[in-house]
């Protein structure tokens, strides 16, 4: 049958409409990693409209109660083949731009490690703007395996407290008093990986006397380059390591 203009068909877009708390923060993030203005309105109300590759985002007047630092102003769901790209894509902008990726506060990235299935990018009003991989498995593999012990488990809870709760402050504490407890049986790559995890935690939440104690400690560690790498994977910006990196042995 032919279709006509009374009929419905399947091929509607939806746009998400996000609350806009910071018109001109908004502006200027969105820009700084690479998304086109396409609409721009001030007054008599917020209305902005940004585009970046196949998709876009809308912004609209946000509650006048609406506190950006809760982090509870909305998002969406950006649906991708590979999401190791738009990581990659956006962490090099901010490096670029702001000299380093965003890891604490608004706006921010979530760390990215090499397999997972989804990252997140909170925008300076508190949205929440999720990238997903579309084959991403039913059973999203998050950790708690029973099979690990030592400092290996203590590296696997932290993970699940930074990936999945958003919880520096929690996987912070469970890696300093990992190291502590377990550190000395521990091999010297999992030793390395915990300090480097305390070396960028410490970093995002803002504990900067302590972020020399553990660069100290992880440059005085003998890696290999295979094991660097390992570390490396561990952390969302390997960069904040590089002034602790011993020579390869």
């Known amino acids: 049958m032919t279709p006509n203009e009374d ?26 990693l690479g998304f086109e203005v396409v609409y721009e309105q001030l007054k008599p109300y917020v209305y902005l409209a940004f585009t970046w590759s196949g998709f876009q985002l809308h912004y609209g007047p946000a509650p006048k109660n609406l506190d950006p630092a809760k982090e509870h102003s909305g998002g ?9 790209a738009y990581h990659a894509a956006f962490t090099e902008a901010m490096r670029r731009n702001y000299g380093k990726v965003l890891v604490k506060g608004l706006p921010r990235v979530t760390r990215y490690r090499a397999g997972a299935s989804r990252f997140s ?15 991403e498995p039913e059973d ?17 809870n932290a993970r699940i407290l930074r990936e999945f709760k958003m919880d520096d402050r929690a996987a912070y504490r469970a890696l300093d008093s990992g190291m502590r407890r377990r550190a000395e049986d521990s091999p010297v ?37 295979e094991q660097r790498e390992q570390v490396e994977r561990y952390v969302a910006d390997p960069t904040i390591l590089e002034p602790w990196w011993p020579d390869p042995r």
Request: glycine share 6%; aromatic share 4%.
């Open 7 to 32: 009929q419905v068909r399947p091929n509607e877009t939806t746009v998400p409409l996000l609350h806009c708390a910071a018109p001109e923060e908004t502006v200027a993030f969105w820009r700084a």
């Open 76 to 84: 969406c769901l950006v649906m991708v083949d590979t999401v190791a």
């Open 121 to 135: 990018i909170v925008d300076p009003s508190g949205n929440t703007i999720v990238f997903i991989q579309r084959d």
């Open 140 to 156: 999203v593999e998050y950790g708690g395996s029973k099979d690990l012990d030592g400092l290996a488990r203590v590296l696997d």
């Open 189 to 225: 790559v999992e030793q390395a990986m915990a300090l480097a995890g305390l070396v960028e935690l410490a970093t995002a939440l803002e504990k900067a006397e302590r972020v020399p104690e553990w660069g100290a400690r992880l440059q005085a560690l003998s890696l290999t380059m």
